[in-house]
């Protein structure tokens, strides 16, 4: 070989090992794997669900609650072999999702209640507050419980809604009157369904 040949291979060889090196070192996704060597600092039922606490949250001036936006890097985990079957490293970016709006499973929706920025829960979901008896027909099992890390990296409160019961119970009795129902509907040009 020429020298400007053997320089030519030395740079591929550099290229080549910067690639692979760019390549192991970014597949986030083989990275998480289930611990079960993780130091859990107590452990609560949320209505049913498991919750160890991995890590406290360093800001807990505002608490997750239903109606508030999140953002969370989250593991699923089949409870029985371990095995993940879904991460949001998978998408290469923290997931964000509105709490209590039914977006999620009913375990997670409980379980990540209160959490605070920067904490780690591990939530241990039965099945039946996860996917029941029927699975999600792709990764998780009929009658499969469920584990998910979590770490909530961002709250964003939600906004709280109007009560448009006390805007129609005009005397305050806390009971609507055909007439007061009318009357709303006039003015706003609307009508409500009361559950």
Known sequence: YGQSNLSIVSKMKSMIFLLLLAVVGCNDSEKYEYDNTAEVL???DMQGVRVDVLRRGEDC????EDGDMLTAEFHGFLENSFERFESSHDTGKPSSFKLGHGYMIKGLERGLQNMCIGEKRRLHIPAALAYGKIGDSKNVPPGADLIYD???IHIQKGTTPPNIFAKI???GDKQISKDEMANFILETGRTVTLR
Do not use: L, R, S
């Open 42 to 44: 107590y452990t609560f």
């Open 150 to 152: 979590v770490e909530v």
């Open 169 to 171: 119970d005009t005397n």
């Open 61 to 64: 001036h505002k608490k997750a």
